[in-house]
């Protein structure tokens, strides 16, 4: 144990060394420095901030115990990612840089009026304070607790004692790093840890592997994993399944496009690119990292499933158990370390995200416009230190949870898909009026309110009790009930267009903020990527299941 606590401390520190070297020179006071890095991020941070602000706990944690649960086709999450990916790189990326943004709410502010954007600020920021800063923080101390047995360290009996530790421990190491380094600090950091987290978590496998294999080598282990559950290595979900293979085109698809092209906390870093190539390349090296996001977010959950299935191991646990009994323990110390800088990642992403809005929209445009970049950073910083509080009292509430990942992603579907919708009908027409953009989400909203928490009637469980049924998941598979508000938000706002058209057609300007020339390998490498996924799917496809 003591080994184990030594190579965790050593490698925490030598991050938080190596990260104030690089940028103790940085400009962390004006608005551009803080929450743009200046704009001067180059494609390797902007590629390992993406990769590790994406692969938090909620993702180690939750992803991995979705595979153990239901096997290799919940690997849509990382896989169809990468078309997303690519669509981000050619078309999104160069209409938000092509209007030097700061936000996403700031690009609905040019496209619509200012009241669309305050209530997008509003949106996001509730959103990030009470679904998405909790889930990383209790993801992340369920992770640790399990790998550390932070339990022995601390002398807290309880599961919830530890878990509120640990909250509070991250939660505040992250609020340091977010409120006082700013954007590229996050960015350097992120780089930092993502290299030891691709590097730990293929050694997940690896010595994973080797465990099923029994001694007998890693090819051994995935022989014996493919022939004692043959069926659970299957890429195509059936009817029934977690993620059933038609969903793929319909809400899966759209909570990717709106993760990886227009969630802040993930795309705040390409706003802060030097260039769009610079930008285009961080956001396809990505595209090509994710491909190997199966490795280790999806088979340690199969592994895991096959050694410790029969002991009554629960998904959400099925990680942290399996690196806990397959790592060397000056292995373990190290990974351990990667996943508080991935923990530490999403929270302080999510958290610069949240000050960037909140001093950029709220403050200065609304509450002080006249406030000094020294005004409106403090803003940030006193703002992001109250959303972090909040967020540590929400998250050990969340303990209980049957899926971290199926909640989380119930959760995100909320507020994704009106905002997606307002976003991509905003860019593809020019006569749709902003009076359409606030219709179109208050429907959206509503409708997800009806089907996810109003009771439609009563049906009978197997032990003869009663239980609520809900339009989403009893009328419709959640994927699908997705689609089908994202089509009526969309024709809710073209009619709307059509009705009481905007007066004049909207032009996009470019304010010169970076150069941008396009990558000119951009559309190449692009096609290259998604070729790659449909072979991947091909693969490991059974197609018998439909």
């Known amino acids: ?117 305050l209530i997008v600020d509003a949106v996001f920021l509730l959103a990030y304070a009470l679904i998405l800063l909790p889930i990383v923080l209790y993801s992340g101390a369920k992770g640790l607790a399990s790998m550390l047995d932070i339990s022995a360290l601390t002398g807290i009996e309880s599961e919830l004692g530890v878990i509120w530790f640990v909250v509070i421990l991250i939660g505040v190491i992250g609020s340091v790093y977010a409120l006082f380094g700013g954007l590229r600090t996050v960015a350097v950091s992120d780089t930092l840890n993502g290299a030891g987290l691709l590097v730990g978590g293929i050694l997940i496998t ?67 690119a030097s260039s769009l190539s610079e930008g285009q390349k961080g956001v396809l090296i990505t595209g090509g990292l994710k491909l190997l996001g199966p490795l280790y977010l999806v088979i340690p959950g199969m592994i895991a499933y096959h050694l410790y299935a029969s002991g009554g191991l629960k998904g959400d646990d099925a990680y942290g158990h399996l690196v806990k009994s397959v790592l060397p323990p000056h292995l373990t110390g190290f990974f351990a370390a990667v996943m508080v800088g991935a923990i530490l990642s999403s929270f302080n992403s999510a958290l610069n995200s949240t000050s960037t809005i909140f001093s950029l929209g709220f403050y200065k445009g609304l509450l002080n416009k006249e406030a ?34 199926g909640y989380l992603q119930k959760m995100n579907a909320i507020y994704f898909i009106p905002l997606f919708a307002v976003i991509v009908v905003g860019m593809l027409s020019k006569r749709v009026p902003a009076l359409a953009a606030k219709v179109g989400m208050a429907v959206g909203f509503l409708l997800f309110f009806i089907g996810y928490f109003v009771n439609i009637g009563d049906k009978q469980a197997e032990d003869g009790s009663t239980i609520p049924t809900y339009i989403s998941g009893d009328w419709f598979n959640g994927f699908h009930f997705i689609g089908i508000v994202f089509a009526i938000i969309v024709a809710v706002m073209l009619l709307i267009g059509l009705i009481k058209p905007r007066g004049s057609d909207f032009v996009q300007q470019d304010v010169n903020a970076v150069d941008m020339t396009p990558w000119k390998y951009s559309k190449f490498v692009g096609g290259i990527l998604v070729m790659l996924v449909v072979v991947i799917y091909a693969c490991f496809a059974d197609f018998s299941v439909l």
């Open 1 to 117: 144990m003591n080994l184990t606590i030594l190579s965790f401390l050593f490698f925490t520190a030598l991050v938080g060394f190596l990260t104030w070297r690089i940028t103790r020179k940085d400009d962390h006071e004006s608005s551009e420095g803080y929450f743009l890095g200046g704009r001067k991020l180059a494609f390797p941070f902007i590629a390992g901030s993406l990769l590790l602000t994406n692969l938090s706990t909620e993702q180690l944690v939750g992803l991995n115990g979705a595979a153990f649960e239901h096997g290799l086709h919940v690997m849509v999450w990382e896989v169809v990612a990468v078309v997303a990916l690519v669509c981000m790189a050619l078309y999104f990326l160069p209409k938000f840089l092509r209007s030097g943004i700061a936000t996403v709410p700031q690009y609905l502010g040019i496209r619509y009026d200012g009241q669309t954007r």
């Open 206 to 272: 690896w010595f994973g592997l080797q465990a099923v294999g029994d001694g007998a080598g890693v090819i051994k282990g995935v022989e014996i994993l493919k022939t004692t559950e043959p069926e659970r290595f299957n890429s195509i979900g059936g009817p029934n399944a977690n993620v059933p293979f038609s969903t793929i085109f319909t809400g899966v698809m759209l909570l990717n496009l709106f993760y990886w092209c227009t969630n802040q906390q993930i795309i705040q870093r390409t706003f802060g």
């Open 372 to 405: 000094s970049d020294k005004q409106v950073v403090a803003s940030g910083r006193w703002f992001g230190g109250a959303i972090a509080v909040i967020s540590m009292l929400i998250a050990p509430q969340l303990l209980g949870q049957e899926s971290l990942f």
